[in-house]
Each structure stands twice: as C-alpha cells, then as structure tokens.
C-alpha cells in the first residue's frame, strides 16, 4: 500500500501564487508517474501536470506558462507551483502516483485526499 499526503491549499486573491506538495510512502519499489489533477463541482477530473518516467513535465494548456511542477523520486515527492492563479484554477487539487511494488511487474496507481485551492476574484 502507497500513502499520500498533499498540503498547500487555501485561499487567494486572483493573481497570486500557491505551492501544493505530495509526498508519497509505503511498499514503493519503484516511482514511475507522478501528477496532479482537479475537479470541480459538476466538471470531469482533469490532468493539470505530470512527470512520466523518463519524460519531461506536461500540462494542460490552460495552465502553461503559469504552473510547474516537479518530482523528487529519491524522496518520493511531488509539487506544484501554481502562479498567476485565476479564478477558473479554482478545484479540488488531487496527487496521483504510478508505482511498481517488488516482486511484481504491475503498476498501480494511488491518490491522496485532495486539497482545496479557492482562487478569489
């Protein structure tokens, strides 16, 4: 089993900046993914950012050039900085990892809780 913990989240003005951070543990043999997501009342959840094995950052396009995200595999960790932060940013931020367990060729996926980010007009 994987763990996830995610912090960072509140309230700002339009404009502003937050840093979410997730930090994953438990029976990880190896990190491949990591990425954030949010949803919002009555919209589908959406990838905002993700680290994939090898590869560089992706984002949805509504958020280039304004958040960036970063991973730390020795630590088991992943961020995001999220300036310019507008209105429409507002969701529930959700922490997503793919790890692979020992023993097993399998990937599996976890979410942490969410943590709420209220960008105010």
């Known amino acids: 089993q994987v763990q996830l913990v995610e912090s960072g989240g509140g309230l700002v003005l339009s404009g502003g900046s937050l840093s979410l951070s997730c930090a994953a543990s438990?029976?990880?043999?190896?990190?491949?993914?990591m990425g954030w997501y949010r949803q919002s009342p009555g919209k589908q959840r959406e990838l905002v950012a993700q680290?994939?094995?090898?590869?560089?950052?992706t984002y949805t396009d509504s958020v280039k050039g304004r958040f960036t995200i970063s991973g730390d595999n020795a630590n088991n960790t992943v961020d995001l900085q999220m300036n310019s932060l507008k209105a429409e940013d507002t969701a529930v931020y959700l922490c997503?990892?793919?790890?692979?367990?020992?023993?097993?060729?399998?990937?599996?996926?976890?979410w942490g809780q969410g943590t709420q980010v209220n960008v105010s007009s």
């Open positions: 680290i994939t094995s090898g590869g560089p950052p």
């Open positions: 438990g029976s990880i043999f190896r990190l491949y993914d």
């Open positions: 997503n990892v793919v790890v692979g367990h020992r023993g097993t060729a399998v990937r599996y996926g976890y």
